[in-house]
Nanobody, 127 residues
Framework: QLQLVESGGGLVQSGGSLRLSCAAAGDTLDYYNVGWFRQRPGKEREGVICDSSTRGWTYSTDSVKGRFTVSRDSGRMTAHLEMNSLKPEDTGVYYC????????????????????WGQGAQVTVSS
């Protein structure tokens, strides 16, 4: 069974950058779509950016386009969320998630479909 452990959250000033990591245990991420979701204060959880297991397709919500990117390490055991030009409204708890199989990654993000979830990482952006 896949387990996901997140790291890298913290406090950063507006305009700064943070990198979140999502380490897999029990399986590799080779056959999984990986998504990043967040829950901002007073708001429902939302899909931020989702990356397909094949073909290199990535979907990101409009509010993070051009600022957030995803990557996976060469060993396919860790996924990363690189967040640049952070804004106070990006503050929230960020979760990585994995969904096995071939799926439209926009669906994964918008419907929050996942088989496994990380524990969450707090990201706080000060103004």
């Amino acid at each position: 069974q896949l387990q996901l452990v997140e790291s890298g959250g913290g406090l950063v000033q507006s305009g700064g950058s943070l990198r979140l990591s999502c380490a897999a245990a029990g399986d590799t991420l080779d056959y999984y779509n990986v998504g990043w979701f967040r829950q901002r204060p007073g708001k429902e959880r939302e899909g931020v950016i989702c990356d397909s297991s094949t073909r290199g397709w990535t979907y990101s919500t409009d509010s993070v386009k051009g600022r957030f990117t995803v990557s996976r390490d060469s060993g396919r055991m860790t996924a990363h969320l690189e967040m640049n030009s952070l804004k106070p409204e990006d503050t929230g708890v960020y979760y990585c998630a994995a969904l096995r199989g071939i799926i439209d990654v926009r669906t994964m993000c918008e419907m929050q479909r996942a088989d496994y979830w990380g524990q969450g990482a707090q990201v706080t952006v000060s103004s």
